[in-house]
């Protein structure tokens, strides 16, 4: 059973920094597409922030990039969101997200979702 547990969630004022985290268990394939997705409070869907994929390729929504890094640790069991200078309109639940390797990991949909981590930013 795949399972993904985020955590490093926080409130921070604007311009503050946070690291999210995501462990990875049960995922029985080596090629992969991870990422990171935000909800904020009235948005109907998902958004895009970044994805990595199993050889380390990475892609970021316009609005963080520069800000935000996505990384994993040498294992790939860990996925992390490094987010600095953070905004208010960067608050939001953010998810992590697990599917097999496509050539675009930032499009096309995810199979396996954590629960979530909330972030706020206050200003």
């Known amino acids: 059973q795949v399972q993904l547990v985020e955590s490093g969630g926080n409130s921070v004022q604007t311009g503050g920094s946070l690291r999210l985290s995501c462990v990875v268990s049960?995922?029985?394939?080596?090629?992969?597409?991870m990422g990171w997705f935000r909800q904020a409070p009235g948005q109907e869907e998902r958004e895009g922030v970044a994805?990595?994929?199993?050889?380390?390729?990475?892609t970021y929504a316009d609005s963080v990039k520069g800000r935000f890094t996505v990384s994993q640790d040498n294992a790939k069991t860990t996925l992390y969101l490094q987010m600095n200078s953070l905004k208010p309109e960067g608050a939001a639940m953010y998810y992590c997200?697990?599917?097999?390797?496509?050539?675009?990991?930032?499009?096309?949909?995810?199979?396996?979702w954590g629960q979530g981590t909330q972030v706020t930013v206050s200003s």
């Open positions: 994805t990595i994929a199993d050889d380390g390729h990475t």
């Open positions: 997200a697990l599917r097999r390797w496509s050539y675009v990991c930032w499009s096309g949909s995810y199979t396996y």
């Open positions: 049960g995922y029985p394939y080596s090629n992969y597409c």
